[in-house]
């Protein structure tokens, strides 16, 4: 069966993109740590990053940079952490998350946006790659 992030990337349910190219996608996760929380997923499914092709890892690392620096541009914070789990959805995911401090790390801390708060953050940080 197809992950959750296969069918957002076939577009069968929706999310709020940030970036796509060729082999990729970036979009805001649903229940993030801290506004502007990201995922950078390719659009080949693996379950775990360190299975993936060399070249395809790397070139995943550069697609998740070029959207941390729109990030940084667009949220205000301290910098962007970075953390790769994969226990909830066994698809390749890079969390890329605008922090403060450590608690923002922790997948514990969540914050609330509304659809519309969502939406717009999307749109800034797209304008800002
Ligand atoms: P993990 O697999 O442990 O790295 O966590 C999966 C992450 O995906 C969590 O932070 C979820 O909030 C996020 N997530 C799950 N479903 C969606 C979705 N439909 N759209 C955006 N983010 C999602």
Known sequence: MSSIFTKIILGEIPCYKVAEDEHFIAFLDINPNAK????????????????????????????????AKALEKTIPCDRIGISVIG???????????????????????????????????????????
């Open 36 to 67: 502007g929380h990201t995922l950078c997923v390719p659009k080949k499914e693996i379950n775990r990053i360190f299975d993936m092709e060399e070249s395809h890892y790397l070139e995943l690392m550069r697609f998740s940079r070029k959207v």
């Open 87 to 129: 226990l909830e959805v066994p698809h390749v995911h890079v969390h890329l998350i605008p922090i403060n401090e450590m608690k923002d790390m922790t997948f514990q801390h969540k914050v609330k946006l509304s659809g519309e708060e969502m939406e717009a953050l999307a749109k800034s940080i797209q304008e800002s790659l």
